[in-house]
């Protein structure tokens, strides 16, 4: 059934964002190689294609908002993990930990490598705001990490927090399956590029972060 009323009020729109928001995370969970069309978001939230339009101008626009809460779904189990590492220090276990929240989330990483493709196609203001949201979180996570790690001077948590990001990111496009990929991975002589990405985050992680943290 399509809703065709107008949200009028606050809590209303706010209801009917999210519906869209989690229509979009639906389609992108069942076929995480493709960006559902704005139609399609449309039909699965059960809302009229042009209530679509109210909430965001674009199909990147929604698939950049589902980032930015997928992004702060994580922060939010990053500042648990971190707030355990301050009572119980345990590095590798602390490592393992943020991969398996990766391995939780799998449609996270296909989504966030898409970002500058959304960005280009996004309002300026929209771009803004998100990036400001997820640069307040990492200003605020870095910051208790810098009081967990005394060798992390101000400013040093937020930045370790966006090498590991880049790090995700990197190893995501090395070794996501592809049908080329698959193909070519048959040969003996490429079996080198045949990695386990949650294993190889796992080891680069506890690199990362012990050679930067540890006395």
């Excluded at 101008?57 to 500042?79: G, N, S, V």
């Excluded at 990766?102 to 203001?125: G, N, T, V, W």
């Amino acid at each position: 059934m399509v809703i065709k009323q107008r949200a009028m009020q606050d809590e209303d729109k706010q209801l009917r964002r999210q519906a869209i928001l989690t229509a979009a995370a639906t389609l992108l969970a069942g076929h995480p190689d493709r960006l559902a069309s704005v139609e399609d978001v449309a039909r699965q939230s059960g809302l009229a294609k042009g209530t679509m339009y109210l909430y965001f101008k674009t199909k990147e626009e929604i698939y950049l908002a589902l980032h930015e809460q997928q992004t702060h779904q994580f922060f939010d189990t990053l500042e648990a993990l971190v707030a355990r590492e301050r009572s119980r220090p345990g590095l590798k276990r602390f490592t393992r930990d943020v991969v398996e929240a990766i391995r939780q989330h799998p449609s996270f990483l296909p989504l966030a490598i898409q970002c500058p493709e959304f960005e280009r196609k996004a309002d300026l203001e929209v771009i803004g705001r998100c990036k400001t949201g997820i640069g307040v979180r990492l200003t605020q996570i870095g910051a208790a990490m810098e009081t967990i790690y005394p060798r992390l001077k101000k400013g040093d948590g937020a930045r370790l927090l966006i090498r590991s990001y880049g790090l995700m990111l990197g190893l995501w496009q090395l070794t996501a399956p592809t049908p080329t990929r698959e193909v070519l991975h048959d040969r003996p002589e490429l079996n080198v590029f045949r990695l386990d990405y949650l294993v190889q985050l796992e080891a680069a992680l506890y690199a990362l972060w012990r050679g930067t943290v540890d006395e």
